[in-house]
């Protein structure tokens, strides 16, 4: 099974990697030196393959999603990375936004997680976007992978979003964001993925009069022609609304992961942030082999987002094998006869029997390899070998009782 948590992962550090030594550059400096590879030192004077606040952010959420959905526990990490360097190269955080770094002093104040997020027009900066990418795995493991019409989801989206940015454009620029990031899971086609993905998301706020108004700021993705932009008209600040749209155009238009991040680094100023956001579409959509190996070999402390991707994708994986194996008892006195039934030539199948494929099928979890999952992750929970092998026979028995003679 393939673990696309790295993809997207790796896909947006890479991306903040390549960012940071040019960080607040502008375009026209850019045109004249344009970044075609990781480069080292520069704005903060870092060695090649340093990441900044938008993968440590990342790393903190995606830590915590693995021990479940716990608001105060990704503030506790927040914490940990902004006082102590957790989630960092070095030790040390570096590059922290006003927003993000007022929401976490209020947290430390004593104010609860989810009224941490500042609410005012000038709290609208890509703090929680650059971070929020972790969240669609968890989303697509505890609910339907098309989600867009789930109103628990969005409201998921919209707390975690909050934390550290909690006005309604931030929230529905996450919101967007992960709509598209979910459609790119699904299908091949790049554009219509993109495509598909914004227009669910709008589909959902235009009928939310508590987000509706908000959503009009990202009008402009939903341009038919969005992608012919001149790239004059591409904004790379770090509002908000501009980091997404930038982060969508170069994916629109580029054909690889690297032209994507490569081109969304030299549009100039907020660097990291814009290619971090769109290279962790791109790394979800090509793919970690598509990734140049001398960027990702590049890449400090890499062991670590390695170890949480890891970490998150075996948890999930465990958490949906423990849902499933609910059935074994069910098929362990189990026959043909009580499985399926033919009236008038026709099929009838015992609805615990319909229950468990609708089960398996919402599990994300058809692998022809379960073992070799399990040995490579780690997952050891009540002897989970033996229920992995039993729901191997399980999968046979399935196959087998599919060809009951009428």
């Known amino acids: 099974m393939k673990n696309r948590i790295k993809d997207a992962i790796i896909g947006l550090c890479v991306g903040d990697a390549l960012g940071v030594p040019v960080e607040f550059m502008t375009r026209e400096a850019l045109k004249f030196d344009p970044v075609t590879?990781?480069?080292?030192?520069?704005t903060y004077h870092k060695p090649r393959g340093t990441w900044s606040d938008d993968t440590s952010m990342t790393l903190c959420l995606l830590d915590s999603l693995a021990s479940g959905l716990e608001y105060e526990d990704i503030?506790?990490?927040?914490?940990?990375?902004?006082?102590?360097?957790?989630?960092?190269?070095?030790?040390?955080?570096?590059?922290?936004?006003?927003?993000?770094?007022?929401s976490i002093q209020r947290y430390l104040n004593?104010?609860?997680?989810?009224?941490?997020?500042?609410?005012?027009?000038?709290?609208?900066?890509?703090?929680?976007?650059?971070?929020?990418?972790?969240?669609?795995?968890?989303l697509q493991y505890h609910y339907e992978p098309d989600f867009q019409r789930n109103d628990e989801v969005f409201e998921v989206i919209h707390n975690v979003s909050g934390l550290t940015h909690g006005h309604k454009r931030s929230q529905v620029g996450c919101g967007i964001y992960l709509s598209l990031a979910s459609m790119l899971t699904e299908q091949k086609d790049l554009k219509r993925a993109l495509k598909s993905g914004i227009?669910?998301?709008?589909d959902y706020y235009n009928d939310k009069e508590d987000f509706k108004e908000e959503s009009k700021a990202y009008h402009r993705l939903l341009n038919?022609?969005?992608?012919?932009?001149?790239?004059?008209?591409?904004?790379?600040?770090?509002?908000?609304?501009?980091?997404?749209?930038?982060?969508?155009?170069c994916l629109m238009n580029t054909q690889s992961y690297a032209e994507c991040v490569l081109k969304a680094v030299n549009l100039g100023e907020d660097t990291d942030t814009v290619a971090a956001i769109a290279g962790g579409l791109a790394g979800l959509y090509y793919g970690l082999e598509q990734i140049p190996v001398e960027w990702v070999d590049a890449i400090l402390n890499r062991e670590l987002i390695f170890d949480l991707s890891d970490h998150l994708f075996g948890a999930l994986i465990s958490e949906k094998i423990k849902t499933i194996s609910?059935?074994?008892?069910?098929?362990e006195i189990a026959n043909g006869r009580t499985v399926c039934n033919y009236r008038n030539g026709y099929p009838d199948y015992d609805q615990t029997m319909l229950d468990f494929v609708s089960a398996v099928e919402m599990s994300n979890l058809m692998d022809h390899a379960y073992?070799?999952?399990?040995?490579?992750?780690?997952?050891?929970?009540?002897?989970?070998?033996?229920?992995?092998?039993?729901?191997?026979?399980?999968?046979?028995f399935v196959i087998h009782r599919s060809h009951i003679p009428q």
């Open 37 to 42: 590879d990781m480069r080292e030192y520069g």
């Open 75 to 102: 503030m506790k990490k927040f914490v940990s990375w902004y006082k102590e360097g957790a989630y960092t190269q070095y030790g040390e955080a570096f590059d922290i936004g006003m927003c993000t770094r007022e």
């Open 110 to 138: 004593g104010v609860e997680p989810l009224e941490c997020g500042g609410i005012g027009e000038r709290d609208n900066g890509n703090g929680s976007l650059m971070r929020i990418l972790p969240l669609l795995f968890y």
């Open 199 to 202: 227009e669910r998301a709008f």
């Open 224 to 249: 038919e022609n969005f992608d012919l932009l001149d790239e004059a008209q591409i904004k790379s600040s770090g509002y908000v609304v501009d980091s997404l749209e930038a982060a969508v155009w």
């Open 326 to 331: 609910i059935y074994i008892p069910y098929f």
């Open 371 to 396: 073992l070799k999952t399990v040995e490579k992750y780690g997952i050891n929970d009540w002897n989970v070998n033996t229920l992995l092998d039993n729901f191997l026979k399980v999968q046979i």
